[in-house]
C-alpha cells in the first residue's frame, strides 16, 4: 500500500468548476491504476472515473461521463480529476485510490472499490444551487 493524499476540494456554486489532485508516496506510481471514488452523506461509495497506469485507458461513471475528467502526471506522481458542470448532486467526500495495473483484469474490475488497496484521506466538495 501508498500513501495517497488529496487536494483540491473546496465549496462551490452549481455550475462552476474544481480540479482534485492526488499525489502519491510509491516510486512505482507509475504501475499503478489509479481511481477516484465518492460518498456522499447517508450514501454508498461509489465509483467516479479510473485510469490506466500510462493514460491510455480512461474509466467513467455515467454521471462523471461529459463532465469530468480524469489525467495523470507520472513524473509527478499525481493523477487529477477535473470537474465542470458541477451540480449539488456531486456533493460529496472524493478518494483517490490506486493499485498495481496487473490486479485489473476487465474494464468492469476499474469501477469496484475492492479492486484497489490503497486510499486517500478524501476531499471534501460541495456544491450549492
Known amino acids: 500500500q501508498v500513501q495517497l493524499v488529496e487536494s483540491g476540494g473546496g465549496l462551490v456554486q452549481a455550475g462552476a468548476s474544481l480540479r482534485l489532485s492526488c499525489v502519491s508516496s510509491s516510486r512505482t506510481f507509475s504501475s499503478y491504476t489509479m481511481g477516484w471514488f465518492r460518498q456522499a452523506p447517508g450514501k454508498e461509495r461509489e465509483f467516479v472515473s479510473a485510469i490506466s497506469w500510462r493514460g491510455g485507458s480512461t474509466y467513467y461513471s455515467d454521471s462523471a461521463k461529459g463532465r469530468f475528467a480524469i489525467s495523470r502526471d507520472n513524473a509527478k506522481n499525481t493523477v487529477y480529476l477535473q470537474m465542470n458542470s458541477l451540480k449539488p448532486e456531486d456533493t460529496a467526500v472524493y478518494y483517490c485510490?490506486?493499485?498495481?495495473?496487473?490486479?485489473?483484469?476487465?474494464?468492469?474490475?476499474?469501477?469496484?472499490?475492492?479492486?484497489?488497496?490503497?486510499w486517500g484521506q478524501g476531499t471534501q466538495v460541495i456544491v450549492t444551487s
Open positions: 485510490a490506486g493499485d498495481l495495473a496487473g490486479r485489473f483484469d476487465s474494464s468492469e474490475s476499474h469501477t469496484f472499490g475492492r479492486s484497489y488497496r490503497s
